[in-house]
């Protein structure tokens, strides 16, 4: 197998560490005590709601629900249609138990679209439910006048046409609302889905790409459940300040499940779809995952990683080697919490809390016809961004959510009639992202295309590089970013936020146009 390196992942900092630990010590003394939400208090808590492993919880065995692929329908005309509709319904996410839950096409979650670059493409949602929602493209490069942001507001009985050209490359984007306000209650609901773009670079001869067989989506998210079952979203003091944290982790709105995998190589399409919760995964037999693409699209060359991490937001694609497997032999996904607010900084990628099985995958299917035999040493990627010099360079503070205090950028909190800045279209510029508290930000930024510079001054690691859409900023880190602003001037605004959902819908959240 000729692979990139044993890891690219990286030590822990520990003078800053310990530096973040007296920052984060501090914080939490001024918090404890304090309610506010569900009435809670810091004192006491860890960062986040540990997680409960199925094996401790004594839960059933239950096959992984398959995510639906929609192809759409094809227009006649060159374009392609595709209908979703936003409804309420009830789902088995534990075994034996009724929730009532929120779902595009269904009970839960949603369907993967499969677009197509370069593909005129139109996809009208209708809002079913008794609220007002949107559905925000995350990672699709598409005009402000249908990202889907709060701009774009769905009423209850109402339909949305979201018209446009995929013009992103072969990458897994998802899905979900973006009400402001509302977003973290419906995510935290089951509204979320996923966009599979496809380029025709990367075909079935040189990467898995049977749906559902060698090429599976797996949509990672943590809830919480009340006595009789419903999903429970009240908001403790540390839920506000830190985000949402359930103590289950479901793998496509199941807990527990188990995946009859082939005996080949297979592609696994990672979402942290988590409110607030960063994820560390790794294999049970601590064999690496190969990881081929980030959240935006294909890495130069396969990455072996030993862990995985990935923030609210984020997406990733690695390989998994079942070719020499026995019959019957069982690995596990295995998860961990990588720090989820308070005191994260404190080294992302660091565990925290118990580790617990999210998905159960056992070798019963035979070797398919056509399998990849072996990895490609070299991948496809679209270049990343670079910025000339001279570029102009915009600062971002990422501020409050202690004490009571907003969460704010650039000490603003997010107002939907402010337009933040505005910037020339169809130029790179460089963004820094300054990070003044002691929680990790993970940021998204609609509607560009951009690229890791450095984080502290430092280069980004292998798995960092290339095109990205959603990005970590660690606990007093400042990371840069260059940005390619939009092509078209417009004044409908796109939104730069925090993807902590309870942080953006506090207020971490800006906009900004192109003119």
């Known amino acids: 197998m000729d692979t990139a390196p044993a890891t690219e992942d990286k030590p822990i900092d520990t003078h800053r560490r310990t530096l973040l630990l007296g920052v984060a010590s501090a914080a939490l003394a001024q918090l404890s005590g304090c309610g506010g939400g569900g009435g809670s208090s810091m004192m006491g808590q860890s960062n986040s709601t540990s997680l409960v492993d199925p094996a401790a919880a004594a839960a059933a065995e239950r096959n992984l629900p ?16 595709f209908a979703l509709t936003v409804q309420r319904g009830n789902s088995q996410i534990l075994s034996g138990v009724s929730t009532p839950t929120l779902g595009y096409n269904g009970a839960m979650l949603g369907p993967a ?62 899905f979900h609302p973006h009400a402001h306000g509302s977003t973290g209650r419906e995510v935290a609901g089951g509204l979320a889905g996923l966009l599979i773009v496809d380029d025709g670079t990367v075909g079935p001869t040189v990467l898995p790409a049977t749906w559902g067989i060698d090429d599976v989506a797996l949509v990672l998210q943590d809830k919480r459940f009340t006595a009789d079952g419903r999903i429970d979203y009240t908001l403790t003091a540390n839920d506000h300040v830190v985000g949402y944290a359930g103590d289950r982790l479901l ?18 399409r990672l979402l942290n779809g988590c409110n607030a919760r960063i994820l560390m995964l790794r294999l049970s037999d601590a064999t690496p995952m190969l990881q081929i693409a980030n959240e935006a699209g294909l890495l130069g060359v396969p990455l072996a990683r030993g862990t995985l991490t990935l923030a609210p937001g984020e997406r990733a694609e690695v390989l998994v080697n079942f070719s020499s497997a026995s019959t019957g032999q069982v690995t596990r996904l295995l998860a961990s919490t990588a720090g989820s607010g308070m005191g994260m900084g404190m080294g992302v990628g660091a565990a925290t809390g118990t580790e617990v099985t999210a998905l159960t995958m056992r070798v019963e299917l035979p070797r398919q016809p056509g399998a ?123 939104m730069f936020h925090c993807h902590i959902l309870e942080h953006e819908d506090a207020g971490m959240m800006g906009q900004f146009i192109t003119s």
Request: charged share 15%.
């Open 66 to 81: 398959i995510v639906p692929l929609d192809d759409g329908v094809a227009d006649g005309s060159g374009g392609r249609q």
């Open 113 to 174: 679209l499969r677009l197509r670059t370069g593909e005129r493409t139109t996809i009208r949602v209708r809002n079913d439910l008794d609220e007002v929602t949107t559905a925000h493209w995350h990672g699709l490069l598409v005009p402000p006048e249908v990202d889907g942001g709060p701009h774009q507001p769905i009423a209850p009985g109402a339909f949305w046409d979201a018209s446009f050209t995929v013009a992103n490359p072969a990458a897994t984007c998802w």
């Open 372 to 494: 990849m035999s072996s990895p490609p040493a070299r991948l496809s990627p679209r270049p990343a961004v670079s910025a000339a010099p001279g570029a102009t360079v915009r600062s971002f503070s990422l501020d409050g959510g202690m004490m009571g205090s907003p969460f704010t950028i650039n000490g603003r909190s997010f107002d939907i009639a402010r337009t933040d800045l505005a910037v020339p279209p169809g130029v790179v510029e460089i963004w820094r992202f300054v990070n003044a508290t002691a929680m990790v930000h993970p940021m998204h930024v609609h509607g560009v295309r951009m690229s890791l510079l450095s984080r502290d001054g430092s280069a980004p690691a292998g798995y960092e590089q290339g095109l990205r859409d959603t990005f970590v900023v660690d606990a007093m880190q400042t990371v840069t970013m260059a940005v390619q602003t939009p092509t078209s001037a417009s004044a409908v605004p796109l």
């Open 251 to 268: 793998v496509n709105g199941m807990f527990g499940p188990t995946w009859r995998a082939p005996q080949q190589w297979v592609r696994l």
